[in-house]
């Protein structure tokens, strides 16, 4: 069974400092790894999916990496700014190709 | 494309009561998910359904709980005798095809309290 873990559940930062958000899984076999967004009281919008041969996927200020034999996957945030605050979710997908297990989030606030 | 809908956003129902929660995926999606979200937890998968064919309901309690997802119309989660662990964010997510790798588009939710 999956497991997913979020490292930190929350991180409060000055704008323009970088985020450094870390997920980790149990599972290696896995098809993608998947992060998401979540404002409060509102659905998840998809940020980057990294297929299971990607390392990384880049969008704009946002970078992730993914590193299965370590079991690993970090999401980077350059030059923050306080639209960035949100929870963040992470998600893999193993096992049955259509099921997504995901960590309980991080939690950040970007201070103006 | 109005994307993933679910309603009604918000559902209050007292102890003993049904929940019905809806979802309709985006156009040309015929592959709908359910999640539940409890309080401080992360997202859980609930059930996979096409058209008319549940594929998965293994994150499914047993008991009171259906899902369907009609030939014509939106896919509905029933929770029958509703408690107060019920009480949760549920998402739905459609895809064009069978696979997380084809990218989940999640609806906004439905927030269900038991009161």
């Known amino acids: 069974k999956q497991e997913v873990t979020q490292i930190p559940a929350a991180l409060s930062v000055p704008e323009g400092e970088n985020l450094v958000l870390n997920c980790s899984f149990t599972?290696?076999?896995?098809?993608?790894l998947q992060w998401f967004r979540q404002d409060p009281g509102k659905g998840l919008t998809s940020l980057l999916l990294?297929?299971?041969?990607?390392r990384e996927q880049t969008s704009g200020r946002l970078n992730a990496s993914l590193d299965k034999s370590s079991g690993r996957s970090t999401l980077y945030i350059a030059a923050s700014q306080p639209g960035d605050s949100a929870t963040y979710l992470c998600a893999a997908s193993g096992g049955d190709d259509y099921k997504l297990s995901f960590g309980a989030g991080t939690t950040v606030t970007v201070r103006a | 494309n109005a994307g993933v809908m679910q309603n009604p956003r918000h559902l209050v129902r007292r102890r003993g009561q049904e929940a019905r929660l809806r979802c309709s995926p985006m156009k040309g999606h015929s592959h709908v998910y359910w999640y539940r979200q409890l309080p401080e937890e992360g997202l859980k998968f609930m059930v996979y359904l096409q058209k008319e064919n549940i594929i998965d309901e293994s994150g499914m309690p047993k008991e009171r709980f259906s899902a369907e997802f009609p030939k014509e119309g939106p896919s509905i989660l029933r929770i029958q005798q509703v408690v107060r662990g019920d009480s949760a964010a549920y998402f739905c997510?459609?895809?064009?095809?069978?696979?997380?790798?084809?990218?989940?588009?999640f609806g906004s939710g439905t927030r269900l309290t038991v009161v």
């Open positions: 599972d290696s076999a896995i098809y993608n």
């Open positions: 997510a459609s895809s064009p095809k069978s696979g997380t790798n084809y990218g989940y588009t």
């Open positions: 990294i297929q299971s041969s990607q």
